[in-house]
């Protein structure tokens, strides 16, 4: 007698057929506003319409047919057409290079590279830079982006060092996925010189590069002379960096706001690499090198 009711519905995954029923491969893609996406987890699809913060990791919000919305850290653990995928944030939108003309007629970048110019923004590498908090990020983005972009390279933010050995444990770092870790006041001896000794006795830990500036705060990685200073101001100890500098300044500094502009106003200053420390030129640059150096992805 026939089974009226026909197979097992469960026993084939339509994610897994094919002949040789092998586990596809995740791969990296950048989050786009109307991507298709699935949770794995909770089988919840939608389309993507925004890309939020939270809690120091970056949320998909996706809407699904019946205006239903629901929040999923990006990351691995979503179907994108059938395809296991690793949703990158956003990638930064394509501009027409900016920066300085050569002796000879060519279009510098910002951090001093010869630009090319029309290039697309090459797909994510699986190698990552990570910066402790935003005002880093904008400065690395201001002088450095066009190279980033040409390069593959996304960069992070840790939302403070005490989060780096967390990371780097989620991460996984291996020969062929390397981190790159810019931190700010790595000099012997502190906070962050002892984080920096946990996070390369890690697992892994020999495919982290972790590099700094001698200064509490990247503030003080540009020149003081943009703003007409000769030096920066002193900070008494115990005293917040950003709002005693703005303090010493004459500055507006009550609160988050008024420090938010102060980096603004400060940042408006930087034009090239030619307006930055030496000391982050170089940690910076060298960075770089290491998330991008043959062999890695």
Do not use: C
Not at 199 to 206: K, S, Y
């Amino acid at each position: 007698m026939g089974n009226r009711y026909g197979g097992d519905v469960l026993a084939v995954d339509p994610h897994r057929v094919g002949p040789a029923a092998v586990r596809p491969e995740s791969v990296h893609v950048a989050v786009t506003r109307g991507m298709v996406l699935e949770d794995r987890q909770t089988g919840f699809v939608g389309a993507a319409v925004a890309v939020e913060k939270s809690g120091g990791k970056h949320l998909v919000v996706l809407e699904d047919r019946h205006g239903v919305r629901r929040a999923f850290p990006l990351g691995p653990g979503f179907w994108l057409e059938g395809r296991p995928v690793i949703v990158d944030p956003p990638a930064p939108r394509k501009r027409p290079p900016a920066g300085p003309v050569s002796a000879g007629g060519r279009r510098l970048t910002a951090s001093g590279s010869y630009a090319v110019e029309g290039e697309r923004a090459r797909v994510a590498r699986a190698s990552r830079i990570w910066v402790e908090g935003k005002h880093d990020a904008e400065l690395v983005e201001k002088v450095w982006g066009d190279d980033l972009r040409h390069e593959g390279v996304v960069v992070l933010m840790l939302d403070g060092v005490d989060n780096l050995e967390e990371v780097m444990a989620e991460f996984g770092p291996s020969p062929e996925r390397r981190a790159g870790v810019l931190v700010d006041h790595l000099v012997p001896g502190s906070k962050e010189s002892r984080i920096a000794e946990h996070v390369r006795a890690m697992p892994g830990g020999e495919n982290v590069l972790i590099l700094g500036h001698p200064y509490v705060d990247v503030w003080h990685a540009v020149r003081p002379a943009r703003l007409g200073l000769e030096a920066w101001p002193e900070v008494p100890r115990g005293t917040d960096i950003k709002h005693g500098t703005l303090e010493a300044l004459g500055w507006p500094h009550a609160d988050q706001a008024d420090i938010a502009r102060g980096w603004q106003r400060i940042l408006a200053t930087v034009r090239s690499y030619k307006d930055l420390e030496p000391s982050l030129l170089g940690r910076m640059e060298e960075l770089i090198d290491f998330v991008t150096a043959p062999g890695t992805r």
